[in-house]
């Protein structure tokens, strides 16, 4: 069951989302306790964003609770999805929208780590990446042209020639040297990437696709995700036990879980 400001969603309700594609949304993992790593952290992307979208301020105690009563009954870890959007917004009059609501889903999560990744280079740069907007198409075509060719993902890579980010996930490297580096492009500031910047030292650079490939090991970070191993990027095999990895695997899975 889907909820819009708390109340059960209907079908008309979704149709401007369905029709404009205009919101930003945030995921979170809530785990069988009931907590949410980095919580404090989706709330802030929420209030920014939607400064940013719709030049408005957002209630996130009203968030909180939506959520709350959203998982009333759950057992067991999920994904709750809140998404931020306008239902009176018209496709000719997008500047009419100043009302934004929040829509509230929740679906099962899978077991972390899920296992190794295999993804492929696909020249593309998301619209806005600062923000977590519902904007996919962009994205979901990269990773269907990525998974028509057997592979898991997608992985972008710029008009630069940098690497950025995944489909849905941001990406970070260990270097010959054991340091974590993260691409320095414009990609979406992920939580579970901030939550592990916090855990681990770090750099950001600039990484060509070459580089990519000749890294000791790579990962993939989202709040579903957790830390999960790279193990291909396009031919190129890359190892899915590291040290380092290991240890942001516990790194990340040690960060208290805050209550809603």
């Known amino acids: 069951m889907a909820t819009l400001d708390g109340m059960p969603v209907s079908a008309d309700d979704l149709l401007p989302l369905a029709l404009t594609n205009t919101g930003h949304f945030t995921s979170m993992r809530v785990d069988a306790d009931g907590t949410i790593r980095g919580l404090t952290l989706h709330m802030e992307r929420l209030a920014r964003d939607s400064k940013i979208v719709w030049d408005a301020d957002l209630d996130t105690d009203a968030v909180r609770t939506y959520v709350r009563e959203s998982l009333h009954g759950q057992s067991g870890a999920c994904v709750v999805r809140v998404t931020?959007?306008?239902?009176?917004?018209?496709?000719?009059?997008?500047?009419?929208?100043d009302d934004p609501r929040i829509l509230v889903s929740v679906r099962g999560a899978g077991a972390l780590p899920p296992e190794p990744l295999r993804a492929m280079s696909v020249p593309y740069e998301r619209d806005l990446p600062e923000v977590k907007h519902v904007g996919l198409f962009g994205a979901l075509r990269a990773r269907r042209t990525a998974q028509l060719a057997g592979f898991g993902d997608a992985l972008f890579v710029g008009r630069d020639g940098f690497v950025s980010e995944g489909g849905t996930w941001n990406i970070g490297f260990i270097d010959q040297d054991g340091t974590v580096v993260w691409p320095q492009a414009r990609v979406l500031p992920g939580v579970t990437m901030a939550l592990l910047q916090e855990q681990a030292e770090h750099r950001l650079a600039t990484v060509t696709l070459d580089q990519a490939k000749a890294m000791a090991a790579a990962f993939a970070t989202n709040t579903s995700i957790g830390v999960r191993a790279v193990c291909a990027i396009d031919s190129a095999t890359l190892p899915t036990e590291h040290p380092v990895l290991n240890r942001l695997r516990q790194a990340y899975l040690s960060v208290p879980g805050e209550t809603l």
């Open 84 to 97: 931020v959007y306008d239902p009176a917004v018209e496709i000719g009059h997008p500047g009419d929208a």
